[in-house]
């Protein structure tokens, strides 16, 4: 068996174990990113963005240039993420909707922020709308008032 034949059949089952884990809750096109990812993570040993970029061209037989690019975009989006998700439990939290995602009375915070912002959207889908409204506006005021955004969203228009 050759090195691309080998290589392929590596990426196949990564890709195949991220789809078991995510199952049908990410686009296939995401799970082949994170199965690239995660090849050249393990490929390269390191978590250098540029050298799994290298390892991910390598081992997929791919250009270096697009790799490394491919890689810095997930990085970006799950920064973005995070970011975004902790931003939105943090508004739940200004506007006291942390006390329904617990079920004890500690007057201390007992999920972090990223964990609330995670629990809200969640919720979104079926949450009643005289609850869904003062979030959704309180969420974009900060994301206006947070510069990094409103840059990033002005750059993808």
Request: net charge positive; with cysteine.
């Amino acid at each position: 068996m050759g090195q691309m034949d080998r290589t392929r059949g590596r990426f196949d089952e990564v890709r195949a174990f991220i789809g078991e884990v995510y199952g049908h809750d990410l686009h296939a096109k995401r799970i082949g990113s994170l199965a690239g990812a995660t090849l050249g993570v393990m490929t390269a040993a390191s978590l250098a963005v540029a050298l799994i970029g290298h390892a991910l061209a390598q081992a997929r037989g791919l250009m270096t240039k697009h790799a490394v690019k491919q890689v810095d975009r997930l990085l970006l989006i799950s920064a973005f993420a995070t970011a975004l998700l902790t931003l939105l439990g943090a508004v739940g939290e200004r506007l006291g909707m942390d006390r329904l995602l617990k079920s004890n009375t500690s007057k201390t915070r007992t999920h972090s922020l990223f964990r609330q912002g995670c629990m809200l959207y969640d919720l979104i889908p079926n949450m009643p709308e005289h609850r869904l409204a003062p979030l959704m506006q309180t969420f974009n005021a900060a994301v206006a008032k947070a510069g990094v955004f409103a840059s990033a969203v002005a750059m993808a228009k």
